[in-house]
């Protein structure tokens, strides 16, 4: 596998390569710094954006030696980093509480959403903080490039169809507690959400949804290359008794892929990865820090050693 996997921790970042079959660490940067969100764009050398819990967002130009601030308008919560698929100089940033800051040329100028302003955003929370919701993920197909998603803990599901300047709430019967969203490989119009409720799905571009694993899940992955595989992680509730599933007919039906991990497990799946460049692997970032790894056919997870770390996020640099 070549390329480098940047982790997120509480502590800072990890960069990891896997060679003689096995993970070795091969650079640290942004110590002290908790990561909960990784955005990474391709040159030389790259750029990566880091989002953190207290320290607002980060950049780097130079691969990671420095760091610069982003300075944005009480956003010092961040909890999701997003580029379109056919614009890498724009990036969405999704905050606690909830609102959007977007910019279109690399983070020379930025535009807010204005969410916090809105009638609806008066009834967003999070059970865990005083802050008033969050924006946990984005989602956008390369079909459609100028139609973006954000899911919001706890309020639902937002839409934008004009690349972002503007959004508008959906109300197609989805749980308003939004973890994830996971765009279809190949269908603009279908999605699969992580939420409070359960996993859902939608087959129109989110005007309506269907239940299709009725448990408390955060984490759901579709198969970059095979869009009728899919991964998610219920749990029978909050932080317990989860356990990894998988679909292998576009969500219809779902089976126990946990091999390798204890079923239930003491705590659950906060996060699942699938990268296009690393299509046959899947990772698992668990409720207790942990990162896990396996085969996408054959499924049998494995630890990545990360000694004394707790594992927030990852990307493929």
Same mark, same amino acid.
């Given at each position: 596998?070549?390329? =480098?996997?940047? $982790?997120g921790t509480q502590?800072?970042?990890l960069a ?8 070795? =660490?091969?650079d640290q940067?942004?110590?002290g ?8 764009v391709a040159?030389e050398p790259p750029?990566?954006w880091a989002g ?5 967002l980060?950049v780097t130009r130079?691969?990671?030696s420095l760091w610069e601030p982003?300075e944005?308008?009480d956003?010092?919560? &961040?909890?999701a980093?997003?580029?379109p698929p056919?614009h890498?100089?724009?990036?969405? $940033?999704?905050?606690e509480? /909830? ?6 040329d690399?983070g020379?100028?930025w535009?807010? /959403?204005?969410l916090r302003?809105w009638?609806e955003a008066?009834?967003w929370y ?6 008033a ?9 390369p079909?459609?490039?100028? *139609?973006?998603y954000?899911g919001i803990e706890?309020g639902? &599901? %937002?839409r ?8 508008r709430?959906?109300?197609g019967?989805?749980?308003p507690? $939004?973890?994830h969203?996971?765009p ?11 939420t409070g409720?359960? $996993?859902y *799905? +939608?087959?129109?571009?989110g005007?309506?949804?269907?239940c &299709?694993v009725d448990?408390?899940?955060?984490a759901?992955?579709y198969h ?5 595989v899919?991964?998610a992680g219920p749990?029978?509730?909050?932080g ?8 292998r ?9 946990? =091999?390798?991990?204890?079923?239930p ?5 906060d996060?699942?990865?699938?990268f296009?460049e ?6 698992a970032?668990l409720?207790?820090?942990r990162?896990v790894?396996s085969? +996408?056919?054959?499924v049998e997870?494995?630890p990545?050693? %990360? ?6 996020c990852?990307?493929?640099?």
């Amino acid at each position: 596998m070549s390329g =480098t996997l940047l $982790v997120g921790t509480q502590s800072g970042i990890l960069a990891l390569v896997f060679d003689d079959d096995r993970w070795r =660490t091969v650079d640290q940067t942004l110590h002290g710094h908790d990561v909960t969100a990784l955005w990474c764009v391709a040159g030389e050398p790259p750029t990566i954006w880091a989002g953190t819990y207290g320290d607002g967002l980060l950049v780097t130009r130079n691969g990671g030696s420095l760091w610069e601030p982003v300075e944005l308008e009480d956003a010092a919560f &961040v909890r999701a980093l997003f580029s379109p698929p056919d614009h890498p100089q724009a990036l969405f $940033v999704g905050l606690e509480p /909830a609102e959007i800051w977007r910019t279109t040329d690399g983070g020379r100028t930025w535009q807010q /959403a204005g969410l916090r302003s809105w009638p609806e955003a008066a009834s967003w929370y999070l059970p865990y903080s005083p802050r008033a919701g969050a924006v946990r993920t984005f989602a956008a197909h390369p079909a459609a490039p100028s *139609r973006l998603y954000a899911g919001i803990e706890v309020g639902g &599901v %937002l839409r934008s169809d004009d690349g972002g300047k503007t959004w508008r709430l959906l109300n197609g019967g989805i749980d308003p507690d $939004v973890h994830h969203l996971a765009p279809h490989p190949t269908d603009p119009n279908t999605l699969l959400a992580a939420t409070g409720g359960g $996993v859902y *799905r +939608t087959r129109n571009g989110g005007q309506t949804w269907e239940c &299709v694993v009725d448990a408390y899940t955060r984490a759901v992955a579709y198969h970059p290359l095979k869009p009728e595989v899919a991964f998610a992680g219920p749990a029978r509730q909050v932080g317990r008794g989860g356990r990894i599933l998988a679909t292998r007919n576009g969500g219809d039906s779902w089976i126990l892929a946990a =091999t390798g991990l204890p079923v239930p497990m003491p705590g659950m799946v906060d996060a699942l990865y699938l990268f296009p460049e690393w299509p046959e692997i899947v990772f698992a970032v668990l409720s207790d820090g942990r990162l896990v790894w396996s085969g +996408t056919e054959r499924v049998e997870w494995q630890p990545v050693p %990360l000694p004394g770390v707790r594992v927030r996020c990852c990307a493929l640099l």
